[in-house]
């Protein structure tokens, strides 16, 4: 039995970069984890395999459309689907493994195993009982369930986000349930790989709670990519037979039942907190009526020297926001101040071209009777964005029409997840559009679209 400071379960981004800050800050740590490598959903099954393969298909996406253009010519570039899975392994364990590292040099304790909490300060690991003066909960979410649809990422057939990254061939065809983050970039990447794919989309828009106008230019740059969209339609279920799938939907206009015969099915419905085994209920732990773990400013639970991050805490389920509740938690426990700014935190989409987002959209604006101008600014009138041969999309910022601070960003083109950044420094400082119009910004680069949607906030951008 080892006394701790602090015991960390989980090693996602969370998880292992709150250990790594209360390592810093001088606290005895340890960091219980259960998978075979460190690094959670994002290293493992989530934000970082799926790049590999976002990158691996965008490359040869742009072999396939725009290479002649500009004059790169010779063979016609083909997929090797073993090759492309190897090259996504050797990304994820580049990650894990780098965690491990950090792990060491901190000298954070790697706990291996799957963890339950005994009571306050008591963290049990297979028969091991370690004791601990505070206890971080950060074990993250799983894909939802989807009733009918049952998942088998074994057999390939019926899958969630983990077995799409992974299937054992590309398939020809293939139907994503849900138009969400998810959905959109592997539905992506299975469409460029040759897939002819459907996205089966509950509601009558892509991409719920996002700007309209992005939902809309991203609906129709994806339909051009050759994605197509089935909207405002409920799933009843699937049924797999001889390594394919019928996937039955009606139409919630007029009530029609479709079926679709596919392939493959994604099942991108979104993903619950994980908590299973961890006898919250044991233990008193308050928790949400959606099964997240309760928490008050502090990320404290009602139980004295525990709490909680990260996906199993409510909030948007993103690994960087998971890693600023884990720096500011560690900052707390070690007695100093820990603060995470809810306003300011970005959401990328990783399709091309990317979308990304921070703060107010319009919709939200107009809803709580809030006066905002917009300064919107394309990127066809941007150099670098048609040198790229990228010019689709636009950047729209939001700012309040009196004061003119920075409210919100919307951006749906190249770089697009880069160039949030620049907003999110502004928005966190209190800049106004003017601040970031009067601010210099290198030329060619696809950043100067922020600064003429900042001028378009003001008396007007340059290049439109
Ligand atoms: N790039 C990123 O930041 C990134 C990447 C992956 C995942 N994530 C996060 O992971 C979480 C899960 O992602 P996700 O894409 O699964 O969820 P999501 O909530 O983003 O989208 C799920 C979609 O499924 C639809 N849906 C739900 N039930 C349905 C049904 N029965 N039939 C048809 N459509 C249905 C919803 O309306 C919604 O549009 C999200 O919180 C997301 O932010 C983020």
């Not at 928490?295 to 690994?319: E, F, K, Q, R, S």
């Not at 601070?405 to 907003?423: D, F, K, S, W």
Request: include cysteine; charge should be negative.
């Amino acid at each position: 039995m080892s006394t701790y400071d602090l015991i960390v379960i989980g090693a996602g981004p969370g998880g292992y970069v709150c250990a790594i800050r209360a390592a810093q800050l001088g606290l005895k740590v340890a960091c219980v984890e259960g998978r075979e490598t460190l690094g959670g959903t994002c290293l493992n099954v989530g934000c970082i395999p799926s790049k590999a393969l976002l990158h691996a298909s965008h490359m040869l996406h742009e072999a396939h459309e725009n290479f002649e253009r500009m004059g790169l010519t010779g063979g016609k570039v083909k997929t090797d689907w073993t090759k492309m899975q190897g090259y996504k392994a050797e990304t994820v364990s580049g990650n894990t493994k780098g965690i491990e590292f950090l792990f060491k040099k901190n000298k954070i304790d790697w706990l291996k195993g799957w963890a339950s909490i005994e009571g306050p300060g008591k963290v049990k690991i297979g028969d091991t009982l370690h004791e601990t003066k505070n206890i971080v909960i950060a074990t993250g979410s799983v894909p939802s369930a989807l009733k009918g649809v049952e998942v088998d990422n074994d057999a390939g057939v019926v899958v969630d986000s983990t077995g799409a990254l992974s299937l054992p061939k590309i398939p020809k065809s293939m139907v994503v349930i849900g138009a969400g983050v998810i959905g959109l970039e592997l539905g992506s990447v299975y469409a460029r790989l040759g897939a002819q794919v459907t996205v089966v989309e509950y509601l009558d828009v892509i991409t719920p709670g996002m700007d309209g106008e992005v939902q809309k230019q991203l609906q129709k740059t994806l339909t051009r990519q050759g994605l197509k969209f089935v909207l405002g339609a409920a799933v009843k279920g699937a049924e797999v037979a001889k390594g394919k799938a019928k996937l039955t939907y009606a139409l919630k206009k007029d009530d029609s039942e479709h079926v679709l015969e596919t392939d493959c099915v994604l099942v991108a419905t979104g993903r619950r907190p994980q908590v299973e085994g961890l006898r919250l209920d044991k233990i008193g732990v308050g928790m949400t009526d959606r099964g997240f773990v309760k928490i008050d400013g502090h990320w404290a639970t009602n139980v004295p020297g525990i709490y909680a991050i990260g996906d199993c805490v409510p909030g948007p389920m993103l690994a960087h926001k998971a890693e600023d509740e884990g720096m500011a938690v560690a900052e707390i426990i070690a007695g100093k101040h820990g603060h995470v700014n809810y306003d300011v935190i970005p959401g990328v989409i990783y399709t091309t071209p990317e979308v990304a987002n921070v703060g107010l959209t319009e919709e939200a604006a107009k809803e709580n009777g809030r006066k905002v101008k917009i300064g919107k600014f394309p990127f066809m009138g941007n150099a670098r964005a048609k040198a790229m041969m990228q010019p689709d999309g636009f950047v729209k910022l939001i700012a309040d029409a009196e004061t003119d601070r920075i409210l919100g960003c919307h951006i749906i083109g190249p770089n697009a997840g880069e160039m949030i950044h620049e907003v999110c420094v502004a928005m966190e400082f209190g800049a106004s559009a003017e601040d970031l119009a009067l601010t210099c910004h290198a030329h060619p680069t696809t950043s100067e679209a922020v600064r003429e949607a900042a001028l378009a906030c003001g008396d007007g951008a340059i290049h439109v």
